[in-house]
């Protein structure tokens, strides 16, 4: 695109320098009048911007270079209709006589190179079926030979003077052909392959749920319904190895007692925090979008209105827009103290100021401590560790199996001492809670089971853990409805 202004004395003389400079497709940016003089004689003036893009000024040099001296003069002075009728036909006649001449054919040049593929393949079918042919032609002539062979053992006792043996030897020799002999080796090499695999052992076809881990065929339904379940395949195996141990063959092909005592084990193997609201400080820590201030607030909520405590609500989290405001606003819902921490040295002095205060619920900023910067940052608004605080994992159990183990791994320099599963209503993998537990060796503390506030929210039980992996609960509505 160029861009030029043209200054004359009136707008006609302008008009008439922008299409003889930019051409008839020339496009009016701007018009005004100068209160200056123009020139030596002090008269007013008008100044035009105008605009044309390099194609279309090419193509306005083009079509007068092809013209002479008086034609070049004449087209300039010419209406701009003009000039653009000339300029188009012009450029198109160039065009037209640059292009290469038509193909002889009409036959795309894709349809050619398929035929020849074609062509190609019907050639090698053809040699194909003459080598096969040849073959067989060559077996029945060796057939042949050896019926007249036989024929002849038959009838040498009549015959005073037999062949010589030699010459009755050589004669298979001097028949076989090439193509028998490439077929006999090719034949003895299948032979050997499948001499090889009967040998090889059988058991990868057809094998059951956990076979691979040696699950016996009786305990593979159990396999397959914790693993749909959301758990882990190594950790369902030694459940069920353990199920092997214990039980005798008779019992494991009770699959009603089986499943007994599965969920027996699981009861037994799941740890859960005896008294969740122990403590005085319990700081709420996770990734973001974990739901962390849900579950403090739902937590708050029944400790002040079942079970009557004085608590504060404190919040770390100055990054998120609004976030400290809205912490702001439970608090004065429930009509308890806030306060926002900022480092460290915060907690003396707060701390100072609620003697009486049960327990100070703290929300923190979602991280996912990737670097060390969100590492140390953490640590520092953390509690001193002489307040004894008690520090939550908050995890969705939307996220998968493998980010909650590699968020867990990276929270464990925060010594957090149990953890917050939310959002089960909108997953239906629960076995994914069991295989943090397992992998940590931490206690489950509550679960956000919904979004409403506090009725969604519970404190972990063994109970319910196995109830989410079972499903029993899901089950006995289903019965109840149907009756």
Known sequence: MQVKKF??????????????????DAIILSARDNNKSFGLVGEGSVEI???????????????????????REKFLKSPARQQKELIHKMVEKHVQKSQPAAPITQRRYIDIEDEAEQRQRMMAEERVRSAAQRA??????????????????????????????????????QTESPEIAALKNEIASLKQVITQFQQMPQSFVGTHPGADYGINYDLSFVFEKLTSAGMAREIAAEILTSAQESLPALKLKNKALVEAW?????????????????????????????GKTSALIKMASQMVVREGKKIALFTTDTFKVGAADQMKIYAQ??????SVIRSQNDWTSLMRYLPNVDCVLVDYTGMSLKNPDEIQMLKSLLPPSALNPNIHLVLSTNVKDADATELGRRYAGMNYKDVIFTSLDESTQHGSIYNFMKRFDIPLHS?????RVPEDFEFATKERLLDLIFKITKFKQQDSEAI
């Open 333 to 338: 819902i429930l009509n308890v103290p806030f």
């Open 7 to 24: 200054e004359a004395r009136t707008m006609k003389e302008a008009l008439e320098m922008v299409k003889t400079q930019l051409g008839p």
């Open 136 to 173: 067989l032609n060559a077996f029945q002539e060796q057939d042949e030979i050896f019926s007249t062979r036989g024929n002849a053992t038959k009838k040498a006792p009549q015959q005073p003077a037999a062949p010589a043996p030699v010459a009755r030897v050589a004669i298979p020799a």
């Open 49 to 71: 911007t105008a605009a044309v893009s390099e194609e279309t000024l090419q193509k306005k040099k083009f079509a007068e270079s092809r013209l002479r001296e008086q034609d």
């Open 262 to 290: 599965v969920a027996r084990h699981v009861l037994d193997n799941t740890r859960t925090v005896s008294n969740p609201t122990a403590g005085k400080i319990h700081c709420f820590v996770g990734p973001a979008g974990a």
């Open 447 to 451: 679960f956000g089971i919904g979004p």
